[in-house]
């Protein structure tokens, strides 16, 4: 398994920067990816949100969120959901890194999964690195 931040799956909807590595990476992992289910609000939140700042991307949000749905249904991606336990885990590890908790979230879940946490943020890869060596940033692949 590997853990997928929303910073990185953004970029599978977005046209941005690193999108086409984006895309790439996960043609190489679907199947084998899991995310805690903040991930779910995260990433359907940010495409909501672009549309309501630009009606005219209503059309294409909602292809986006039919195609974000269909990686749950084809099982490409498995959310998993995070007991009191881990989220207080969580909370120990936004802590001791001074970091956001949502994003802890992710690195709780890669660290009791045992494997390896992708993302974009360059930021948390850095911080995260001191609790969790297995921390792919899609920018240095």
Known sequence: MIVVDASL???????????????????????????????LTEVTGVLVRRANIDKALRRETEDSLARFAALFDEQLIVAKSMDQHQMVQAARLALDLGHPLKDCIYLALAMELGCELATCDARFAEKARASHPEITLLGEL
């Open 9 to 39: 799956a953004l970029k599978w909807f977005l046209d941005e920067a690193l999108s086409d590595e984006a895309e790439a990476w996960f043609v190489a992992h679907g199947g084998t990816i899991a995310v805690p289910h903040v991930f």
